[in-house]
């Protein structure tokens, strides 16, 4: 017995299109260092007198008459200058004041007391052991005031959710 069905799809190589560098008669090549080679190809038509873009009196070679320092439209988003530098002293001071009471002296307090951001101070100044424990069980207790506020539905969709999350 024959088969009768195709046992798999025919596969077309990619298609390779022709160079047209390589294959242009009227191309000119000139070697102009190591490893350079300028190819100039000239275009397939004369320039027609009418051309808009070859014209001497063509308004595209023209320049425009509009100022581009005039009235601009406003940005979207803000151009943050370039804060100071901290000095060491300055550094050693965050670095104390958060130390000695993190709950007061937080990332974005010291961030504007001292003119910098508060990735910086996070980044020089990072909160060890139990004042992390700490600050972790109060973000914790916030949270867990405001799920206290949700309702039936939010609550069952977000359980669903975890446990869903527990296959993964």
Known sequence: SSRSYATRLPERPPYRAPDPLRDNPHATYAELQE???FIHRPPPTAPSPLSYTTSPA????????????GDLP???SK???EKPRLSDEDVARIRQLRREDPTTWTRGRLAK???CTPW???KITSLKGPDR???????EEEHAAN???WGERKSLSVDIRKKRKEFW
Not at 62 to 68: D, E, L, Q, R
Not at 133 to 139: H, L, N, Q, S, V
């Open 79 to 81: 151009q943050h200058e």
């Open 133 to 139: 424990r700490k600050a972790k069980e109060t973000a």
């Open 120 to 122: 910086f101070v996070g």
């Open 113 to 115: 007391e001292f003119n």
């Open 35 to 37: 490893n350079v080679t």
């Open 58 to 69: 063509s308004p595209l070679l023209k320049s425009s008459g509009f100022s581009t320092t």
């Open 147 to 149: 799920r206290a506020k």
């Open 74 to 76: 406003p940005t979207f």
